[in-house]
């Protein structure tokens, strides 16, 4: 019998939503994106016990990316084995990629050496905005010949090579068509991943079993293995 308690430090790696985050059109704001997450009580006709109406968007908080954001005949959360979403994960720190210029450097494929096939792979920094590093093409094409279960980041690692919004660039959308395009989740929004201090841990982020949802809200955590 597995006791948590005794063998394991559990990390919340999830971001708290707040509901009715106002702006003046009435928007929920997250980062650079206008997003909406409103949350409304009504009461049971028959006994009178408050239940909760949700209107938002599912890519607000940490939420994993499943294939049918990437295609309309891709695969949601409830067509994939739960065995995706939890698992051996790696825990990759990339605050010694120096920003250059104010400018975030490109995560190549000779940072990952570590990681294994079937991996769960987590990444963050300590950077900020454009000094954040990012994934570039090569290294989520090398990830996905692996290939790993997941890839997931907080927001100070980069999901996309920010010249991928341009449309003349060649590797454009690169982590998700990559990604996403042979079936591994992408998780974003994570948090506190600095408060594991192993290199491995477990990691568990299950998605909602609704079908054809393209994204899904998770409550991430991983099992850090006591001495």
């Not at 702006?23 to 009580?41: K, S």
């Not at 454009?130 to 010949?145: D, K, M, R, V």
């Not at 408060?195 to 850090?224: C, M, N, T, Y």
Request: aromatic fraction near 8%.
């Amino acid at each position: 019998m597995i006791d948590l308690q005794k063998d394991y430090r559990i990390i919340d790696l999830s971001e708290e939503i707040v509901p009715d985050l106002l702006e003046l059109n009435g928007d929920y704001t997250w980062g650079t994106h206008v997003r909406r997450f409103m949350l409304r009580e009504i009461m049971a006709k028959v006994d009178a016990m408050p239940m909760h109406f949700v209107e938002a968007e599912t890519h607000i908080g940490t939420h994993v990316e499943l294939p049918r954001h990437f295609k309309r005949d891709g695969k949601s959360g409830a067509e994939m084995p739960l065995e995706i979403f939890l698992g051996e994960a790696i825990v990759l720190n990339f605050d010694f990629l120096t920003p250059k210029d104010g400018k975030g450097q490109a995560i190549i494929p000779s940072h990952l050496s570590r990681v294994k096939e079937g991996d769960i792979v987590l990444m963050w920094s300590s950077y900020e905005g454009s000094e954040c590093p990012y994934i570039s093409a090569e290294a989520i094409e090398w990830l996905a010949q692996r290939p790993i279960r997941m890839i997931g980041a907080e927001p100070s690692v980069q999901v996309e090579d920010p010249r991928s919004l341009e449309p003349e660039f060649p590797e454009a959308w690169a982590v998700h068509r990559y990604a996403l395009g042979n079936d591994i989740p992408i998780l974003e929004n994570l948090c506190s991943l600095k408060e594991i201090q192993k290199e491995r841990v477990f990691f568990i982020g299950l998605p909602l079993r609704i079908l054809h949802l393209d994204s899904s809200w998770i409550r991430a955590i991983a099992l850090e293995p006591l001495p």
